[in-house]
């Protein structure tokens, strides 16, 4: 059949560990930090773990009172999930745990305190104040923000975004 043994056993699948032998290390805390690429995995992966929760909360509310009480629930489910995780002994959100990543605070690499999460989370609430407005312009203006804090880690030293910076924390490989 092909070179195929059929009694050959199959090699185990590999831990979802990161390899950490080739990755730029920080120059404070001296962790493998997490790439671009694996950033953008962990936020899609936490994208599609929050979209229903969070269209349901959105809809509700401005459904019941009205778009900018829809647009806070969002975003107090969204900073419950965050907050919670990223302080956890772990540092992990599902889409961090996809990633192989954590997130550390950038001076210790030790654990994220409760108000590090806080302020990492509050910036990304921050950044989406234009949307509360329900104008083509406030979406354009959400859009751009999001793009610079998400593209930040592409030319920063300790591939931080802003968020990371205000919070002083690094994603680094699990």
Same mark, same amino acid.
């Given at each position: 059949?092909c070179g195929?043994?059929?009694?050959?056993?199959?090699?185990?699948?590999?831990?979802?560990?990161?390899?950490?032998?080739?990755?730029?290390?920080?120059?404070?805390?001296?962790?493998?930090?997490?790439?671009?690429?694996?950033?953008?995995?962990?936020?899609l992966?936490?994208?599609?773990? &929050? #979209?229903?929760?969070? %269209?349901?909360?959105?809809?509700?509310?401005?459904?019941v009172? +009205? =778009?900018?009480? /829809?647009?806070?629930?969002? &975003? #107090?489910l969204?900073? %419950?999930?965050?907050?919670?995780l990223?302080?956890?002994?772990? +540092? =992990?959100?599902? /889409?961090?745990?996809?990633?192989a990543?954590r997130?550390?605070?950038?001076?210790?690499?030790?654990?994220?305190?409760?108000?590090q999460?806080?302020k990492?989370?509050g910036l990304?609430?921050?950044?989406?104040?234009?949307?509360?407005?329900?104008?083509?312009?406030?979406?354009?203006?959400?859009?751009?923000?999001?793009?610079?804090?998400?593209?930040?880690?592409?030319?920063?030293?300790?591939?931080?975004?802003?968020?990371?910076?205000?919070?002083?924390?690094?994603?680094v490989?699990?």
């Amino acid at each position: 059949m092909c070179g195929h043994d059929a009694n050959a056993v199959s090699p185990a699948p590999a831990p979802l560990i990161a390899n950490t032998s080739k990755a730029k290390r920080d120059a404070v805390t001296g962790l493998p930090l997490g790439s671009w690429g694996r950033r953008l995995g962990a936020t899609l992966a936490d994208g599609f773990v &929050l #979209v229903i929760p969070l %269209l349901f909360a959105e809809s509700f509310f401005t459904a019941v009172a +009205g =778009q900018l009480d /829809g647009v806070l629930a969002g &975003l #107090v489910l969204q900073g %419950l999930y965050m907050v919670r995780l990223v302080s956890g002994k772990n +540092g =992990q959100t599902v /889409g961090n745990r996809v990633a192989a990543t954590r997130v550390v605070d950038a001076t210790t690499g030790g654990v994220v305190s409760v108000m590090q999460a806080f302020k990492r989370w509050g910036l990304i609430a921050l950044l989406a104040v234009p949307l509360v407005t329900g104008t083509t312009i406030g979406t354009e203006v959400y859009i751009l923000l999001t793009l610079v804090d998400c593209l930040w880690p592409l030319w920063d030293k300790r591939n931080q975004t802003l968020h990371d910076k205000v919070a002083n924390t690094l994603v680094v490989l699990k």
